[in-house]
């Protein structure tokens, strides 16, 4: 009989795989997890208009032409909206992250002034909504920006977060158990006896699986015995766990019992 190709035995595997439960975890705990429901904005990004430099916010018309001196009557710094309104032939002292103030419609950079006690000239033109951050540039209210599966980055949490998410609903870790099996295998660090080996598959096994999200539980070495295979077996069952991976006796020899085992446990091959 000729062997089963790799991509039939993984279509195998996987018919019978979906996701697992949903569980609720805080943002930071949701590293690594899979995401169970599309994520939608619960807020706008950024909520208001908002300036992208340190500098001045002017009405572009006042400073279409340059240089021009301009009245100064507030301040708005981030976290601080300014309450006036912008007229004209006015400016406002304004800070990076600071609401625009009514009537402002463009930022003349800091760089490009030269204030003077309560005014402020402009030495160079600025054209309308220089240097500011329009209001819903990142994202808008209601967007979806994080889909349903998706595995969630270090970034995914940073936009989350910024979407006003302190918790994320994502699907249970899967539960995995490892076994190995065979009267050769010896751990690492122990002498080795005449026909033993170190075993080495379980380290590389449980890796993987840790790497992909899974909680995993080592089950150590059965040796060849039915009741030993079947005791495993059955403490993987105990456990919950939701995947058994053995390794090795799996073939059809006189001592290849982990299909017996199985079977004896009432498991469908």
Known sequence: MAMMPVAEALQRVLADAGPGPVEDVALPEALGRVLANDLTALRTQPPDAVSAMDGYAVRAADVAQAPVTLKLIGEVAAGHPFDGTVGAGQAARIFTGGVMPDGADTVVIQELTARDGDSVTIQKATAKARNVRAKGIDF??????????????????????????????????????????????????????????????????TTLAQNEGAEVSDLGIARDKLEDIVAAVRRARAAGVDILVTSGGASVGDHDLVQRALAAEGLDL
């Open 140 to 205: 808008a209210q209601g967007d979806v920006l994080l889909g349903r599966g998706r595995h969630l980055t270090d970034r995914d949490l940073m936009l989350a977060a910024a979407m006003n998410y302190p918790v994320l609903s994502v699907t249970r870790r899967p539960k995995v158990a490892v076994l190995g099996t065979g009267d050769e295998l010896i751990m690492p660090g122990n002498p080795l006896g005449p026909g033993e080996i170190v075993y080495s598959n379980g380290f590389a096994l």
